[in-house]
C-alpha cells in the first residue's frame, strides 16, 4: 500500500522532510533504530529528552538511546542502537525511491518470537510477554512511550527554526562506506568518490556553521538540510533494478531485505563485472558530488531549486 500511496502521490510527497516509520511497535523491550545517518543526532536528542522528562521512567532493557543502525548499511552506529535501513517495510519507496530521509523504530527482543503473525499473536501475549520479561503489562507502557517517541520525532523536525539534519554525521558515514569498498581488495580507482566524499563533508561542515548564523534565511537553509537526499537518487536506478534508484544503499540483492552501502558497486563486484564496477564507482561520485553542491554555501546561503 505504501508504495502505490507515494507513487499516486508524488506531488504531495515532493517536499517531504522525512518518514517516520513504525511497523511492529512492541513485541519486547529492546529499542532499535535503523535511520538515514543525517538523522541520527535528532533521534538521540528526543530520546535524551525523553528520559530526562519521563516522569513514570519506562524502564527498557537498552535504555536511553536504544540500539541506533546506520538504515544504508546496518551498520552499529556510535551507540548500538543505530541500524541502517533496506527494505521490507513501508519505508521503502521513501528512501530507495524518492531519496526521502526515513526512521524506522520498534521494541522488540534479541530472540524469535513464534507468535508473530499467528492465532497466539493475542492480547494475552502481549500482556504477559510483549513487554519487560517478567513485567505483565510493561508491553502497554512501552507502547505510550513509543508514541511520544514518534510524536516528538515529529515534532521537532516540524517546528525546529533549523531542522535538525546532520549533515555532518552522514559526511562521516559515507567515509566508513567507501573504507568498507576499498577494503573488498578489488581493482577498483575509487578516487573521484574519495573526493566527491571530501567535499561533501566540508560543505556539509560550513552550510551548519552558515545556517547557524543566518537565521533570517532559515527557509533556504531547512531546504538545503531536508531536500540532499534527494542528490543520492540516480535517474537510471541500480543495475538489473532501475526502481531503486539511491546510490548510498539498498537491500542487498542477494541479501533479502538487508542493506549495504553503495549498491551497485558492490552488485557488480559479486557479479564478477569489473567494467560495470567502475562505471558504479564514476556514478557513485557523481551523486555524492551532487549533494555536495546542492549543500554547498560557497557563496553565502543561495536559493534552492528543486
Known sequence: GSTGFAELNQDMIKRAAAYLNVDTVVSGDILSVALTPSLATVWEMVLDDLSASDKHKTSFANAPLGEIVDGNTNWIMNHPEERMLGSGSDYTVFLDHYGISSVDFSFGKTTTFGQYHSIYDSFAWMDVYGGNDGKPGSSFDLMAFASKIWGLLALRLADSDLIPFDHEVQGNALTQYAKSIAELQVKLDLSKLQEAIKDYRKAAFDLHSNCEKN??????????????????????????????????????????????????????IEMNDADLAQSQVELAATQVEAAASFLSVADGVTTVKM
Open 215 to 268: 537565521a533570517t534565511d532559515a527557509s533556504t537553509c531547512n531546504d538545503k538540510l531536508a531536500l540532499a537526499e534527494r542528490q543520492f537518487l540516480a535517474e537510471e536506478g541500480l543495475p538489473r533494478r532501475p526502481w531503486f534508484k539511491h546510490v548510498l544503499q539498498a537491500p542487498g540483492i542477494y541479501l533479502g531485505y538487508a542493506a549495504e552501502a553503495f549498491p551497485g558497486i558492490q552488485q557488480a
